[in-house]
């Protein structure tokens, strides 16, 4: 099982969601940005990392939301999400093919990742 982390970062009351390109697995499904924990790494450092890599920014993650064990069938990943602030810089996306900030109430429009669907209800209380 392939451990993963992301992010959902707050701004303005609204969470930043991406859009995976094409070249990448689940092409343009979005998602709430990440990727893979390294060796030895702890969650809250891979996501900072993840994040500063793939979108150019910092954040401060703030609590850890929940896991989602998901079967793909070709892969099985445990991913865990992490409630974060937007600190600072200007999104660069240098991985993915779109990203929007967008309110909770319209999460639900968008074409997310399959493992990433629980986490709605999750947030629920939390933004
Ligand atoms: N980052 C991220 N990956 C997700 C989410 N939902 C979901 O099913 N995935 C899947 C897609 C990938 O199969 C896997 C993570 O891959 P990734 O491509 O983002 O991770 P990475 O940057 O470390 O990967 P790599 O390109 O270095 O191989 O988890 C999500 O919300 N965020």
Not at 84 to 92: F, N, W
Not at 100 to 120: M, R, S, T
Request: glycine content about 4%; some cysteine; aromatic content about 8%.
């Amino acid at each position: 099982m392939i451990e993963v982390v992301c992010a959902v970062i707050l701004k303005d009351d609204k969470i930043l969601i991406a859009q995976r390109s094409e070249e990448m697995k689940l092409p343009l499904k979005w998602e709430f940005p990440g990727g893979k924990l390294n060796k030895g790494e702890d969650e809250e450092r891979a996501i900072v990392r993840e994040i500063k890599e793939e979108l150019n920014i910092e954040i401060s993650p703030l609590k850890r939301i929940s896991s989602n064990i998901h079967d793909y069938g070709s892969i099985k990943i445990k991913l865990t999400a992490y409630l974060c602030d937007y600190i600072a810089g200007e999104i660069k996306l240098l991985e993915h093919k779109d990203f929007k900030f967008v309110g909770y109430e319209n999460l639900k429009d968008y074409d997310l990742a399959d493992a990433d669907i629980p986490f709605i209800e999750n947030l629920k209380t939390l933004v």
